[in-house]
């Protein structure tokens, strides 16, 4: 019989090693993968795994996800506790009853790119260690500190607005002496770092705020020789004497040649070896590709200052980055005009409003095109001015200064929603360590002393804007709160922390002691996304106070200013409900939906689309639909009227709704999902029809039109054939394409209306090619009973996209072009050098799967570019090989797969190429995998640990070693290379050395060390 409590421990320990759940098949594997055994669920009395995980609440919480799939995820016992406790002390001035108590567990939004995939620098470098250092001796154990390390520290790049298109990975120099003072002076050092810090203020500052940047950018303090040097350092910057010293860049620092390939030595750029720019320097100049040594005769030594400025708008537009060979078609969108066709051919040209990088080296025609950073002359003066006023104001209001808030690392936060009077001011808690937990012990604290007599010193004469202590009636509460308004014997308070506000005596108020001052105020503000314009609007407000006020969620924040941009979800359900998107919805005009009534017939009915699983969307005739197609005829117009760069998305998020072309027209679009920055899934709301877009493809509803839009109800009705015995989901490919070709082609349809599902708005009907809907036997309801088109057959395999070219017949099979090259070998450095990398997957210290950082910019490129091709490809017949390489669609996403295995129920074992997953995917999914995607090197390098010896690695020393390393930036120190005849073969041995705190490197190869020496004597 298995131990139930041993079974518990190990699914406790697999699932909190992932926050964003696994399905069940990952986590039998990966329960088998730590313990060497699937899940006893029979041993322990249970029929079916989902049982067993069913009776185990204190470990498990089970969610449906979109896909219909059943995800686990790890219950937190002690976060419940934490909320509920966090919900009771919410005090509410409306005296509402307690709040809601949702979202205990948060279910967080997977991210599909890593938030590293392009970081702004090099990772910090360890400091290096003698092989006599390593493993066995440890000396000074894996927490030393190491003040003397030379190396760059890592920004953490969070306020950033854009992406600087730079080279990520630095090799740590060869060893030297250790210098006997603790902060060596590095003129070289200094002079890049100054680079950058010039670059980001090219209209200059005053010097005496350089060691104030130099400290925020690179948390160290900048060397007092290095201030006493600047004058000397004429080709790195310019100092002038005004009032004060001003500092500009070098006339000469703009780069319009092209650059050295990152690492090799070069003294092109005239300068001496002593002034050459460091390596990282050196690879954020914008890379250019290999190119012919002869040049044009007669290339264009300037862009004109007109299209500059019309370029340099369409760049602020995406501050993520636009495509180069996307400019001419937007340029003449946006402006009517053609772009010259030299620039394209002449980029460096741009080199003064934008930084360039080319993600694919063999094809110039693909560069990235990157603003830069553009800052106003005053804004030097006007930081200075804000501080002061900032100050004084903190003056005014009390003694004592309270830590601004800081917004939280993490991309999806968890926030308590307090109340909203504007969705432009949504008063909000952040929750977890640092904010709400932090408030909790601040508060306890407060209880405590302010228990003891001596302490309860009365606030006399209050004012207006002192901070203060109060007695709250319930539970005996001390909370801090700062006074708004004085009256007679009353006094209006805020709550700094808890976000509303109460009218009390004065007798309640306290002196707040100067040790609680300590906590910056809980209560802040966000604006929420798409909302804008109707932030007042009653029905929205109500239905934000309906589904969000009172409730813990989680929000995706789009832009880090004062009042935070986001998008709010509720992930309580089975499905997450956007509830931005919800809101906007409560501006639709109900009147205006496309009339479902039953036993109804309807004429001039057009069939929109046909799903794989046999539903279809088709738009019937209404006042809603004759509405829109007004509208948007309107919307056409007045885009060729324009000559604006206003109406191009720059913002894209989910849920977010907008316009893009379909068959050469105008339509309404929701964003369904992201694929990083450029690349994105859009659902046709009118049609039914879904696409994935690059972003420059969308535009914003004009402000004319917006609220007659917002009003009008999605006018796709979606539909299934009514009185078929073959349900829906269980249609043939042949049955499916033959109502392609007979409904999607037809100008004249009718349908009549059988039954209505209202939860799900579908309908079910009668659907005729012609106007005799009163003949229900030439229905193609009829026809498609009557056929044989309900047999399955073999290797046919059709898109839910669109038509196929197969007219449902058999067609060839095709089979992966043997002359296919596979990508080049992904080059790693010498043997004892240091690289930049992203751990993926790790399953224990033998076994785990790392990529480059400096690449991971490029798969995310890549892998939009397969989105695009993919998504828009139909589906043929493919013969699948074992130990070929595919692209396979794996959760909305293409990947480079290596194929393991094929199975008899139609399903295929892959092994993702780039990340060193293996995923079980339906032979519909694959699709042969081009030339053109095989140009970047596969970036999943399989690993083992240095440093340790090999061993039969226990559950608990993988899950240590998991947790330290698992989707983290590290560095990797490598040790060995282990060649193969393929790539996918080839391993490499390195030590693991996290440099995020900036005291210290922790040896991952130490940890596991010591875990096992405590593991051995505890044996």
């Known amino acids: 019989m298995a131990d139930e409590e041993l079974v518990k421990k190990m699914l406790r320990a697999v699932l909190q090693s992932t926050k964003s759940g696994l399905s069940l098949s990952r986590l039998q594997a990966e329960y088998k993968e730590l313990t060497g055994e699937a899940i006893p669920h029979k041993q322990l009395g249970h029929a079916t795994l989902d049982a067993l995980l069913h009776s185990m609440p204190s470990v498990v919480r089970l969610d449906r996800g979109r896909s219909g799939e059943v995800m686990c995820y790890a219950t937190g016992v002690n976060e419940i506790a934490h909320i509920t406790k966090l919900m009771a002390r919410q005090h509410t001035a409306k005296k509402t009853g307690r709040p809601q108590v949702v979202n205990c567990q948060m279910r967080v939004k997977p991210s599909i790119i890593p938030s590293v995939a392009k970081p702004r620098t090099s990772l910090r470098q360890p400091e290096h260690r003698g092989r006599q250092g390593r493993g066995g001796g440890r000396p000074g154990g894996h927490g030393d500190s190491r003040p003397g390390s030379m190396r760059e520290s890592q920004p953490d790049g969070r306020g950033s607005k854009h992406h600087t298109p730079t080279s990520l990975n630095e090799n740590a120099p060869p060893p030297k002496p250790r210098t006997p003072h603790p902060s060596p002076y590095s003129p070289k050092l200094v002079q890049s770092r100054l680079r950058e810090v010039l670059s980001k203020h090219s209209n200059g500052f005053w010097v005496s705020k350089l060691p104030q940047l130099y400290r925020e950018l690179y948390k160290q303090d900048l060397p007092s020789e290095a201030l006493k040097d600047l004058e000397q350092w004429t080709h790195i910057c310019t100092v002038s004497s005004a009032v004060e010293l001003l500092l500009y860049p070098a006339k000469d620092i ?407 072309r379909y068959k050469g027209k105008w339509s309404r679009v929701e964003i369904t999902n992201l694929h990083g920055t450029r690349v994105l899934d859009i659902l046709f709301v009118d049609l039914g029809v879904q696409a994935s877009v690059e972003v420059i493809e969308l535009r914003e509803i004009p402000p004319p039109f917006l609220r007659d839009l917002i009003s009008i109800p999605p006018q796709a009705v979606k539909c299934c054939l009514a009185d078929l015995s073959v349900s829906v989901g269980s249609w043939t490919p042949d049955a499916v394409q033959w109502l392609r070709d007979t409904a999607l082609h037809c100008n004249d349809c009718s349908l009549k209306i059988a039954k209505v599902e209202e939860s799900k708005r579908l309908a079910h009907v009668y659907l005729f090619t012609s106007k005799n809907f009163h003949d229900p036997s030439r229905s193609l309801n009829r026809q498609l009973a009557d056929s044989d088109l309900w047999k399955h057959q073999k290797d046919v395999f059709l898109s839910s996209q669109g038509p196929s070219s197969n007219g449902g017949g058999k067609a060839p099979q095709i089979t992966p072009p043997g002359s296919l090259a596979l990508p080049p070998v992904l080059e790693l450095p010498p043997v004892g050098q240091n690289m930049d990398i992203y751990v993926s997957v790790a399953c224990h210290p033998g076994h785990f799967v790392l990529q480059p950082w400096q690449d991971m910019y490029k798969l995310v490129v890549l892998m939009g570019e397969m989105i695009l091709y993919y998504n828009k490809t139909e589906e043929k017949p493919l013969k699948v090989e074992k130990n070929q390489v595919y692209a396979a669609k794996v959760e909305n996403n293409w990947h480079r797969v290596l194929v393991k295995g094929v199975l008899t129920n139609g399903l295929v074992s892959v092994y993702e190429l780039d990340y060193g997953k293996h995923e079980l995917v339906s032979c519909t999914l694959l699709r042969p995998l081009i030339q053109e995607f095989c140009q970047l090197p596969f970036q999943g390098i399989t690993a083992q640990l240095a440093g340790v010896k090999p061993r039969q690695w226990s559950e608990e020393a993988s899950i240590v070693f998991r947790n330290h390393v698992e989707k983290k930036p590290l560095v990797a120190q490598l040790d060995s290379v282990q060649e193969a005849a393929h790539p996918w073969d080839r391993k490499v041995t390195v030590f693991l050395v996290d440099t995020s705190q900036e005291d210290r490197d922790i040896w991952v190869h130490d940890i596991m060390a010591e875990f096992a020496d405590e593991l051995t004597k505890a044996a």
């Open 254 to 660: 703009s780069q319009t040649t092209t650059p050295p390939r990152p690492g090799v030595p070069s003294t092109a750029d005239g300068q001496s070896p002593s002034l050459q720019k460091s390596p990282s320097q050196t690879q954020k100049a914008p890379r250019t590709p290999p190119t012919s040594t002869s040049s044009p005769p007669a290339s264009p030594t300037a862009v004109s200052a007109d299209v500059k400025q019309k370029l340099g708008e369409l760049l602020l537009k995406y501050s993520s980055g636009l495509w180069a060979h996307a400019l001419p078609k937007l340029y003449q969108d946006t402006y009517k005009t053609k772009l010259p066709d030299y620039v394209l051919d002449n980029l460096p040209l741009l080199s003064d409003i934008c930084t360039i990088d080319y993600p694919m080296p063999d094809n110039p025609k693909r560069a990235i095109l990157y603003v830069k950073a553009a800052e106003d002359e005053n804004c030097n003066r006007e930081d200075l001015a804000d501080m002061k006023a900032r100050e004084e104001a903190g003056r005014r209001l009390s003694s004592q200064a309270v830590p601004p808030l800081l917004i939280p690392r993490e991309e999806y936060p968890s926030v308590l929603v307090v109340e909203a009077n504007s969705t432009n001011s949504v008063v909000l808690r952040y929750i977890g360590e640092g904010y709400s937990k932090a408030q909790e012990k601040l508060e306890d604290d407060m209880k405590d002393y302010y228990a003891q007599d001596n302490t309860k010193k009365p606030l006399v004469s209050p004012s207006s804007g002192q901070l203060t202590a109060v007695h709250a009636e319930e539970e005996e509460e001390i909370l801090r709160a700062q006074v708004c308004e004085v009256m007679s014997d009353k006094v209006k308070v805020y709550y700094v922390d808890h976000g509303f506000s109460e009218i009390i005596i004065k007798s309640k108020l306290l002196e707040l002691h100067e040790k609680f001052f300590r906590l910056p105020f809980q209560a802040t503000k966000c604006k929420l996304a798409g909302l804008e314009p109707f932030s007042q609007e009653p029905a929205v407000l109500k239905k934000f106070d309906s589904m969000a006020s009172g409730k813990i969620l989680l929000a995706e924040i789009l832009e880090r200013d004062d009042i935070p941009l986001m998008v709010l979800y509720d992930t309580s359900q089975d499905d997450d409900v956007n509830i931005n998107a919800a809101c906007l919805k409560a501006l639709q005009d109900k009147s205006l939906e496309s009339p479902l009534q039953v036993n109804s017939a309807y004429m001039n009915v057009n069939v929109t689309s046909v799903c794989s699983d046999g539903t279809f969307c088709c738009q019937l005739p209404s006042r809603g639909l004759s509405k829109l197609n007004e509208i948007l005829e309107k919307t056409e117009t007045y885009f060729h009227s324009q000559v604006t760069s206003e109406s191009l998305v720059s913002r894209p998020f989910c849920g977010k709704s907008c316009l893009a």
